[in-house]
C-alpha cells in the first residue's frame, strides 16, 4: 500500500506561483514498485482532468492547457514530487490531486489540495 499525502495549496492572485508537493509513503516494495506520478485536478461541476505527469526515468508529460506555466519534477530518494505552477489564472483553480502507478499497474491517489486563483 501507498499513501500520498500533498501539501502546498492555498489562496494566490492571477499571475501568481505556488508549488506543490506530494510525498509518497508506504512499505519499501511498495515505494519501489512506483513507475509515474503526477497531478491531476477538479474543479467544481467538472471532471477530473490531467494536469502534468512524470516517469521514474524522468519523462513528463503536460495538458495543453498548463504547458510552459507548469512544472513537474520528482525526488525518487525522497519519494516525492512537485509541481511548480506559475502565471496562474482564474481556470486553474481547482483541487489537485496526486496520482502513482505502479509497474503492475495498480493506481493510488492523494486526499487533493485545494488551489484558487482569485484577486
Known amino acids: 500500500q501507498v499513501h500520498l499525502v500533498e501539501s502546498g495549496g492555498g489562496l494566490v492572485q492571477p499571475g501568481g506561483s505556488l508549488r506543490l508537493s506530494c510525498a509518497a509513503s508506504g512499505a519499501s516494495g511498495s515505494i519501489a514498485s512506483i513507475n509515474a506520478m503526477g497531478w491531476y485536478r477538479q474543479a467544481p461541476g467538472k471532471q477530473r482532468e490531467l494536469v502534468a505527469t512524470?516517469?521514474?526515468?524522468?519523462?513528463?508529460n503536460y495538458a495543453d492547457s498548463v504547458k510552459g506555466r507548469f512544472t513537474i519534477s520528482r525526488d525518487n530518494a525522497k519519494n516525492t514530487v512537485y509541481l511548480q505552477m506559475g502565471s496562474l489564472k482564474p481556470e486553474d483553480t481547482a483541487v489537485y490531486y496526486c496520482?502513482?502507478?505502479?509497474?503492475?499497474?495498480?493506481?493510488?491517489w492523494g486526499q487533493g489540495t485545494q488551489v484558487t486563483v482569485s484577486s
Open positions: 512524470i516517469t521514474s526515468a524522468g519523462s513528463t
Open positions: 496520482h502513482a502507478v505502479s509497474i503492475w499497474g495498480r493506481t493510488y
